[in-house]
């Protein structure tokens, strides 16, 4: 049973799959997501700034993985001493369901800080509901804005501002931008008029592609106008401003908080031991202590063999996919198929789409910039996505606005509450001292 079917899961039931039919073993597969897809994540952001369709980047599980039982529901308990989950579905009673193996790979939710007005007026970038949000909201501040006489107002409506300049945030700042662009172009006002501030409280944007990279994307992002706050956080978000931690008040309504990850809410009922907020495996990525429970990707602190140095691996796709085929080959030798292995992966590298024209990559140890490293982040996100009619839907996507703008239509099928942190990613507001 594998609770999960995100990078991890998916791979992991891909790969179990593959190999329980060539050993002709008649074992089943039970794979139970709280959606019925697997969400290739990487391009959220190109979702939120509208140069994807949400649908493209949302691969069908039923259709990918055929011949593994797949339950729509969410699981709400694990009993490692009954070996069962707990499930609950949409219109019906929870189900109680029994298991020999389970992999845990549920994933991650966003981080929150204790930040006032951050719960309710803030939205992350984690689910679909959260980029297509933060499209819409943006396009609806930038209409609003035109009927406003008030310039206080206006320019609060007329600016966005983005937390964490790690690569997922200044991504989505990117794409954001590249939508202001384009709505500006087409609604003749100057592209300056609307402001974006990144704020991140690291020295550096995007210290996983290191420092050469990181500040030629600070050049390039401030060449586009983006006003980039490093060392600066949020001291509180209200519906119409926030304050920056040096104390300056910032008139805005639209504000995404992408600042980091910790381990699925799941988790933390378990009872097992946690290391932030991740649950903590051994190198076979089997739970200390239960050698029928494993668990990969975000959830779980998985040591990194290679780093050394107690060092686990950071929370990302690449580590994910590759730990969901480690998975898959531990639990398959404790059916008699194969032998076990450690998890031991040397990063490739990352791709970083920074929207029109530009993007930074560090392949291999390679560091590129400009078109060659945009040439590679689409060649390998069209690689990487694990169906054939979503690449061919993305590539499409790609080739449309390379030659026509990117459209600026505004649907409302998501409401603030239904992208809120709560709705969207299951994380429930802290209670305050005075509940
Ligand atoms: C905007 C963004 C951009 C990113 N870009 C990159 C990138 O370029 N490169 C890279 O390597 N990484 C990137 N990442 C990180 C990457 O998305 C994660 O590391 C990866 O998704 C982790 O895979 P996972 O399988 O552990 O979790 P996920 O892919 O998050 O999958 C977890 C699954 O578990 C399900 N689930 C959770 N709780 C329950 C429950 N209680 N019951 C049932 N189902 C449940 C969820 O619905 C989900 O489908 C990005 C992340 C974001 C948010």
Known sequence: MIVGGGFAGFACAKKLARLFEVRERDIEIV??????YMLYTPLLPDVAGGAIDPRFVTVSLADALPSVRLIVGRVDAVDPEARTVTVARENHEPLELGWDKLVLTPGSVTRLFDVPGLHEHARGLKTVAEALYLREQL????????????????????TVVVVGASYAGTELVAQLRALADAYADRRGIERDEI??????????????????LGEKALEVLRGRGIDIRLETSLRSVADDHVVLTDGARVGTHTVAWVTGVTGAPLLDDLGFDLERGRLVVDEYLRAPGHPDILAGGDAAAVPDLVRGDGAITPPTAQHASRQGKTLAR??????GIGRAAPYRHRDMGLVVDLGPGFAVANPLGKHLSGLPAKAVTRAYHTYALPRGVNRWAVTLGYLTTAFVPRPLTRLGLVSAREAGFADSEGIQEPAHASD
């Open 139 to 158: 396009l609806h501040q930038l209409e609003s804005a035109e009927h406003e006489a008030d310039p206080v107002v206006r320019r609060a409506r007329r």
């Open 330 to 335: 531990n639990v398959a030798a404790d059916f």
């Open 31 to 36: 794979l139970i997501d709280k959606q019925d």
């Open 195 to 212: 402001r974006f501030l990144l704020l991140d409280t690291a020295k550096q944007v995007m210290p996983e592609v290191g420092e050469r």
